[in-house]
Each structure stands twice: as C-alpha cells, then as structure tokens.
C-alpha cells in the first residue's frame, strides 16, 4: 500500500492547508491526520489495478462508505495521475459489484464468503451483507461522474459502467413497484427488529406505483420504517442527471438517456407529491420517510443521505421554502435525533445510543452552512469533540466527547477534511 505521503499533491494540499490555518494548530494538525488517514489505512490498490477500500473497523467495502471517503482526494487527483488511478480503480470495482449482486450494500475483497451475518437473503461469496439501500446505488454514479468532470478521465466509463448503470435502472424500476414485482427480501434472526425487515422480509407496506422507489435500508443500514426513504431518492435525481449527461456525452446512447430522464422525472415528481407535509410549527417540510398512503416519519439521520444534505447533493427543491423548514425542523429539538450538550449540539442516529451526535452530521452542517464564519464555527466544534485522539468517529455523547462509537471510521475523517478543504478554498466541481 503507497503512503499517503508518497502522494506529492496531498502533500502540497497539506502544506498549502497549514499556510491558511496557520493560526489554527489544532484543526489544521486533525486536518493533516484525517487526510492521510484514508489513503494509509484503508486503501488497497488491487493486481486488477481496481482499488479496494475498507470501511476502517470493519474490514469490508461499502459501496456507500468508499464513495465518501475517497471523495476529499478529488481535488489532489487533478494534479496527480497516480491518485485519479485510485479513484478510477475505485469506480470499476464499484461497478464489477454492482454486477454481481445490486442489492448489496457491502462487499468482500475475494469471493471468500466472509459476512457480518448468515442472513435469510440470496448471499454469495463476494457480499458481506445485503441490505439494500437506495443510496449504494446512487454513489458509484456519483463519483464517476464526479472522477469525469474533475480530472477529465474516462477510461473507468466503460462496458461495465455502461452495463450496471442500465442495472441500477432496472433496479429502481423494480423497486418503484416493490410489493408486486420485487424478489429482494432479508432478515436477520436473533437481532434488534432495525436490523431486519418486517412481514417475511418484506418490509412494512408501502403503495406501489407512485413513482418513488423503495428502499429497505437507510444509510445508516437501519431497516426504514416506511419504505419511501425520501432523501435517497433526492440522491437518485441527481445522480439519474448525471447518467443522462454520461449516455449522452461518453456513450452516445440515446436509449440510456432518454430512460434516466424519464425515471428521474417520475421519482422527483413523487418527492415533490408524496414526500412533503405540514406541520403546525414549522410549516411544510420534507418528511424523511413516507409510505406513500399518507403516513410519514418526520426527522433526520447523520448518515447522507439526508434531508440536511440535499443541497449538499444537488438536489433542486421546486419550493425553496420547504427545503429552508426543513432545514430549520432538523436543526431544533423537533427532530427526535437532534442533540444538544455541554460539548455541542447536533444530529445523531437511531443507530447509536441516545445523545449521541454524529461528526458526519456536523461536518455536513458546516458543509452547507451559508457563510464562512458558519463553517468555522462548526471546524471549531468538530476539532473540539475528537475525544483527544486527533481523528474522528461515529457518534459522540453530547456532553463527554471522550464517549464515543468507533475508534477508526474513515466516513468522518473524509467528511471532515472535505469539510477543511471547502472553507479553505477548494471546490469538488459538480
């Protein structure tokens, strides 16, 4: 595995960061230790020239997680081939899993049948667990767009590019039909009921036809509790515009885009119809879940995507009112994960215990945040809650930051140096 500091334009990025954080010791040196984290511990660049990227603690690849954490390295990867190899080799794994099994979430290095569970699902060698969430699917299209417009590379856009983005598609279709026409269950025995789906692996009712599409799992692998998982198809409208410009640009294939728009327009449609509702505080809001016959789940969760992350993620709200209420229902004690504490306040997750603030969620925070005074108010915060050891985690208690889930978790440390690299004047193009 090259060292992190093999790498001259991480190394130029650092020092460059130092000159502009020069009166900030403290973020600047857990800056210098998360950006250098990822690339010195959890990246493996593979025989195939493919990249393999653990999730940190957990010695299995996210298609979600690996998206996250080498998404900070897009700005060294316009100067450096050697670090834009990485990224590229990154996305034809990506898609080569997508190939073998599209419900899964998580997957092995070698088909060697390792998993976190023996689920009651259809498991191969290659996949350490299936949960499918809506969000592994709309990352790899994600950073292979992103890989395009920020280094100009194209050679991972190909047939198997070409092949799993039609699969992805596919997928979505299915699912927006989930209850007739999808053979995707899952449970897990033994186990907290969030960790399994509900009616014979099923999952809870939801009305097909919509336009949505259902996911069984958020991005935190927490079982929805209604199946239109409204913040994961925000992330599918964007991602399907940017397969509309990949067909059209690199592949030439008017089928593949004309299919992507007309999905994508279908499942933002049902956002904007199925996916909102009023509140006597906060007027009207996105809800986080739905399923579609008028229920809904009003709250936030750290892990993106989120509702605090759809401006992050591009998402066009037809009315800029609701995505502001939104905004403010998720930032205030009406959400039932929002947590306020002697060290700092912020959103957490069904996930982890109670009054336990997640650094994803308050990297995402500054991330969006409009000014940049905003933004280093939140570095402060962040830098302050690293509960002494100079990198961050999963969850944090709100009023000890020396409590925490997870001693090594890559997702926070790139959330946080991305997070560094914005205010700092480094824009991923998009």
């Known amino acids: 595995m090259k060292q992190s500091h093999q790498y001259s334009s991480v190394e130029t990025i650092i020092q460059e960061v130092k000159e502009k954080l020069k009166d900030e010791q403290k973020i600047f040196e857990m800056f210098q230790n998360c950006y250098r984290n990822t690339l010195d511990t959890t990246v493996q660049k593979m025989s195939d020239r493919t990249t393999y990227v653990i999730t940190g603690d957990i010695k299995a690849m996210w298609l979600r997680d690996s998206t996250a954490q080498l998404r900070p390295y897009l700005i060294a990867a316009k100067y450096e081939s050697a670090i834009a190899d990485l990224l590229v080799g990154l996305s034809k794994r990506q898609f080569s899993y997508i190939q073998i099994d599209p419900y899964a979430n998580a997957f092995n290095e070698q088909n060697n049948g390792n998993c976190w569970e023996k689920d009651d699902t259809d ?72 960790d399994t789906l509900s009616r014979e692996g099923k999952g809870a009712l939801v009305k097909s036809g919509i336009g949505m599409t259902w996911s069984g799992f958020r991005p935190s692998d927490d079982a929805c509790t209604y199946g239109y998982l409204v913040p994961s198809n925000m ?182 140096s991305e997070l560094v690299l914005d205010y700092c004047g480094y824009q991923i193009q998009i």
């Open 123 to 194: 498991m191969n060698g290659w996949v350490w667990e299936r949960k499918y969430e809506v969000d592994s699917l709309c990352y790899p299209l994600q950073f292979a767009y992103l890989i395009w417009k920020n280094t100009g590379r194209t050679d991972h856009l190909n047939d198997v590019f070409q092949a799993g983005a039609k699969k992805i598609i596919e997928i979505f279709r299915t699912e927006q039909f989930h209850e007739e026409k999808s053979s995707y269950s899952f449970i897990r025995h033994n186990t907290y009921f969030t």
């Open 235 to 416: 992330f599918a409208v964007v991602v399907l515009k940017y397969l509309e410009e990949i067909a059209d640009e690199i592949f030439h294939d008017t089928a593949l885009k004309t299919n992507a728009a007309a999905l994508r327009q279908e499942i933002y449609d049902a956002v904007e119809s199925f996916g909102i509702t009023k509140t006597e505080e906060f007027g009207t809001v996105y809800a986080y879940e739905t399923d579609g016959f008028g229920q809904y789940h009003l709250m936030d969760d750290a892990n993106v995507p989120s509702l605090l992350s759809m401006e992050y993620l591009g998402y066009p709200a037809k009315h800029k009112e609701t995505a502001e209420n939104t905004r403010r229902f998720i930032l205030s004690e009406a959400n039932p994960y929002y947590y306020e504490g002697k060290k700092a306040a912020g959103i957490g997750s069904p996930h982890t215990p109670t009054k336990y603030i997640w650094h994803i969620a308050l990297a995402m925070e500054g991330l969006t945040a409009k000014s940049k005074e905003k933004k280093f108010e939140i570095l402060q915060k962040l830098a302050a809650t690293d509960g002494g050891t100079g990198l961050l985690h999963e969850g944090f208690h709100a009023d000890d930051d020396t409590h925490y889930t997870r001693e090594w978790f890559s997702w926070a440390n790139a959330m946080f």
